[in-house]
């Protein structure tokens, strides 16, 4: 809700790359190509398009 909300008041295109408390990633966007990266707790990168 808050991505659509971002994009009504900007007329543009985002996202949102969150952690919650105990570490674990989320993702919102409004845009295809969101490109999006985070070290996972086994030190791997983990990347996205």
Do not use: S
Not at 8 to 37: E, V, W
């Amino acid at each position: 809700e808050v991505v659509h909300l971002l994009a009504k008041r900007t007329h543009g295109h985002g996202g949102l790359i969150l952690l919650d408390r105990h570490g674990n990633p989320g993702f919102a966007f409004n845009t295809p190509r969101m490109a999006y990266g985070y070290v996972a707790r086994d030190g791997n990168f983990v990347t996205a398009v």
